[in-house]
């Protein structure tokens, strides 16, 4: 489509005159033909001289008359009228005045209705011309009496003839004025359509397009009813934004109307094809008028979804008009589907751009907050920075702040390292602390701020709970700001500022503070350390003094103590040689100062990597045991400073446990023959051996029953013990297949495992040499590690047990994903009578030497024995057993 300015749509319409139905030069010659032919005919038939000047005058008139037949103003409509008026007067003077009824020029009355069909059409037209005819009639009733008869029969043929030459003309007439209509409806609609076009492309509204294209279509024909909809797809609806009526009345009750859009696509599917966008309904949602034709357009947006709906109904009468206004629906659609995309993309950009202005706002703003606080923040660095004296950087920073933020009263309080207590080290007014400037820790909002660790705003006192009353100053309402000086994560104390003003302080305030706050304690830590420095430089002199004195207490010590103490320096060299070291390894110190330390009896050669239990060496020196603790001597960076010895004699010790294990072993002895003959007759009782016991002391006796039963399996197990402690427990060593050891306690205590829901998986290769060691003593060891981890693995729970050999060795792991061993207790596990804490402990009972008693019984076949354990997760107890 050609572009066309807006100015000069507006004017091509609007100001062009109407074209005439007949060119009215081509009627004016017309009438001139013929009046020259009329006087021709009159001459030829000698009429009288006065009927000839009505003639010539006639034709004259008839000429300017025909050559206004289509006035283009208001004064050519009147002046065509009155030569109409004239014309005819003239045509019927010439009739009368040339023989009346017989008179040859009644053609004369033609030009006159020919004009008045032109002038006027329709009814007004027809009627002038039958006026003028019957005006011929009355002339001819001059007639004589005998010769009526024939001129009303000429009149009547005349009349005929004249007639069907106006109906001619009329009709043509109508034909040529009702194309002009059309030519001139589809310009107004061509016309409305390039205006809509040009104001679409500016249109930023989808309000606006839609009242544009609803306007534009309404002029197009004039129809029943223009509808333009919006297609809301989240919600699957389409609302009605514009109604248009007949005659351009807005329809109000059908706008913002919603109805289902798969009502009206239902309706689209079923309907005829009417154009290449077009659809033709017989009903819409919202209307359903019989006799009228609905055509359905979507809009379509590029991406191909249907954005609105344009509507156009019209009565079936009226086809024809609706076919020639297809194509410009069509267009419009088009034109609307585009400016809907446009309106859709500019309001997108409008949301940017205001995004856009409001992120770059802001952005200027945060950089103007930023400017002024790193300003503050550098004049209170600065002032900071030139003092190292504790109050003078509280006392500035507290200045600096209140002027940056019109803090009227203020104060810093810090942490008593002693107390704990917040007590105020300066405020605005310059007064040290009385006894309503200390609070406890957690009191009041500087207590809440320091818990907290983070600001607190309050905008009115009086509204703050945390807020405290402890004078008339503190009722009145005011605002306060309180953060709190950290240096890194500790907190040294809280900064208050308050101004009379409720509302005064804003989060810039408090991020300041913050910050100014945080360089304060710098500073204090800075003038602290400054103090601790020159606290330091003059206890230098008297640590000196000390170490000397020191030294010598230590040697007094070394002296004194009963255990032998031996020290190296950093090269292993021996230094220090106590007496006591001297009595017990039965050396003189002179004969081993300057000499490795390794050269000691009980000392390893790599004393300063072992770790452990290898520290600890046990070895005889004559008569004596001895026990040697071996320890590097670092710094607290790392550095070897050395390494001490420290032997403890062993004999007496060693002569008390044997004394305990002969006790114990009497004892269990003595005990376990009348705890069997208590459990026989509890036995003997519960069967009704010496007769009916009744359900009352039924339970006594299985209680009496149970203890004695547990009883007795501690003195098994003490018995065991002592026998294992005393070396008195031989091992009847055989060859041992390991795998069916397992296998057999394993099946002893499947009752267990079922009992507390627990898998067992047993992973036992064939193939493995067999171990040597006492097969009876072999399955207590499995009997304890597995029982223990049946025990302490919560129901639903996996225990796994698994053989390897490990080249010249078998090794067993069971593992289980029980409770685990707390790391505290992990060193005490093999202790004797020691049981770890954990949720199942109480409930599962026991002695806690079992693990004792495994360990010295795989210790007695060679072997050893550790475990790895993680709380909550499990524990994997091994050991390994020499290979035969």
Known sequence: MPAVTAGAVETTPATRETQP??????VGLGFACFALALLAYALAHAVPALALAALVAHGAASVALGLLSAPRWPGQRRLALALLVG???LALCAVALSGAAASPLWPTLIPPIFAALLLLPGPPGAGVAAALWLAYGAILLSAPADARL????????????????????????????TLSARARARETALHSFLTASNRLRISTSAQGVMEEVAGAVQAAGDFACVTLSLVDWHRGIAHVAVAIGASGRRLSTLEGLAFAYTDLATRIESGRPAGALAIEVRTL??????????????????????????????AQTDRVVLDEALPLLELLANQAAAALDNADLYATMAHRVQQATADLERGADDLRRARDRAEVLFHIARALAVTLDERQVLERTLSLLAQHTGAERGGIMLVEPTTGRLVYRTTLERQRSDPQGVLER????????????????????????????????DAEPRSVLAVPVMLEREALGVLLLIHP???????????IATAAAGQAAAALNNAQLHRYVSEQSDRLAVIARQREEEASKLMAVLRSIGDGVIVSDRHGLVRIVNPASEAILGIRAEAFLGRPITTLPGVPADIATIAGEERMQKFAAGERTVRAHCAAVRSSRGEPLGSVVVYHDLTREEAADRLKSELVATVSHELRTPMTSIRGYVDMLLLGTFGEVGEGHREPLRVIKNNVVRLVQLIEELLDLSRVESGEQPLRREQVDVA???????????????????ELHLDLPAGLPCASGDRQRLAQIAVNLLGNA????????????????????????????GVGIPEEAQAHIFTPFYRADNALRDEIGGTGLGLSITRKLVELHGGRIWFESRLNEGSTFSFTLPVE
């Open 87 to 89: 014309c005819a007067t």
């Open 150 to 177: 024939a001129a009303a029969s000429a009149w009547l043929v005349r009349g005929a003839e004249v007639g069907l030459l106006a109906l001619l003309i009329e009709r043509t007439a109508y034909a040529q004025r």
């Open 442 to 473: 957690g009191q009041g909002l500087a207590g809440w701020v320091l818990a907290n660790r983070a600001p607190a705003i309050v905008p009115d006192t009086t509204r703050d709970p945390r807020w405290q009353v402890r004078s008339r100053f």
């Open 501 to 511: 003003a409720p509302g005064h302080f804003t989060p810039e305030h408090a991020q």
């Open 285 to 314: 949602p919202f209307r359903n008028l019989p006799a009228e034709l609905h055509l359905v357009l979507p809009l379509r947006t590029q991406l191909d979804e249907v954005r609105g709906v344009l509507t156009v109904s019209a």
């Open 21 to 26: 139905t007949i060119d009215p030069r081509w």
């Open 790 to 817: 049946c025990k302490y693995t919560p129901p639903g729970g996996q225990v796994a047990v698994s053989l390897r050999n490990g080249g010249g060795e078998l090794r067993v792991d069971v593992r289980d994903s």
């Open 740 to 758: 069916e050891v397992l296998r057999d306690v394993a099946a002893v205590l499947a009752g267990q495992f079922r009992e507390r829901q627990i």
